[in-house]
């Protein structure tokens, strides 16, 4: 089996940075079963750590961190400056110039138009997230805005992705992925796909649009593939998070969990319909 690599413009990776480290660790370590690695040297005044299942990385957990945590998205380029450059162009504002992260790779931080901070990764060592789509793994990043035409724009402009109208929901697509994923780590993904009956074009999907309800900031939002939403919800509240919301669509069951930091992030199970 290949590592799982992540062509330009498409979602790679995902970490948080947390006030109080080890409470962090040890709620999401709880909740999904996570185990960890430190990506740190013993000496480095902050923590990073590598969140795994089954010995293959998930996500990253960081701190200590000021104010309340949010779970950050990172975008895969094949050339952080060069991608800097393009994505200026395109109308973001860069936050943090690209900087090197020792072996592992070379990231920068910017913020679209409407002010949605996202980062992007050049991976080097550090490849992004090898598992996904199985309980406890990240599932999709999705961008919650106040002004979907327009940030759709920017982000077609930005990273060339294409967005579909389903009805139900915006998906957006990175033309081509489908086709990566089929010839390096998942052969049979068409096939799979079509007996879920998900909607044409999915195998290239790599994001969702959601309009931000009545007061919810706009943001880069992540979800969590679960088995179970209720008793991911429940073993939530029993490690002190709180759980905002429980929906159910065609499609999934999610809870939107804050944790005990307050970092938001969605559980979803998957529940496609039958036919």
Not at 74 to 90: H, K, T
Not at 196 to 225: K, M, Q, R
């Amino acid at each position: 089996m290949s590592n799982r690599t992540y062509p330009h413009g498409v979602p790679c990776w995902i970490d948080t940075q947390q006030p109080d480290f080890d409470a962090a660790i040890a709620f999401y370590g709880g909740l999904f079963g996570w185990t960890f690695e430190d990506a740190m040297p013993p000496a480095a005044p902050s923590r990073y750590m590598i969140a795994k299942l089954d010995g293959s990385d998930v996500c990253a957990i960081a701190g200590p961190g000021e104010g309340t945590p949010v779970w950050r998205t990172y975008i895969g380029v094949d050339d952080a400056d060069a991608a800097v450059d393009g994505l200026v162009s395109a109308g973001a504002a860069v936050r943090s110039t690209p900087l090197d992260h020792g072996e592992e790779g070379r990231a920068a931080v910017l913020t679209d138009p409407e002010g949605i901070e996202f980062r992007i990764w050049q991976a080097r060592r550090r490849l992004g997230a090898q598992v996904v789509n199985q309980p406890g793994a990240w599932n999709f990043s999705d961008l919650h805005t106040s002004t979907p035409t327009a940030a759709i724009a920017f982000y077609e402009a930005a990273f060339g992705w294409q967005a579909h109208d389903l009805g139900f929901a915006t998906m957006l697509r990175r033309p081509g992925y489908g086709d990566h994923l089929e010839a390096t780590v998942d052969p049979d993904i068409r096939a799979r796909q079509a007996r879920a009956l998900v909607p044409p074009g999915f195998a290239d999907a790599i994001a969702w649009v959601a309009t931000t309800a009545a007061g919810e900031p706009a943001h880069w939002h992540v979800s969590f593939t679960v088995a179970e939403r209720d008793k991911t919800a429940d073993e939530a509240e029993r490690l002190g998070a709180e759980v905002l919301r429980r929906d159910d669509t065609e499609w999934t069951r999610t809870a939107l969990v804050r944790d005990p930091q307050g970092a938001e992030f969605t559980a979803s199970q998957f529940t496609p319909p039958s036919r």
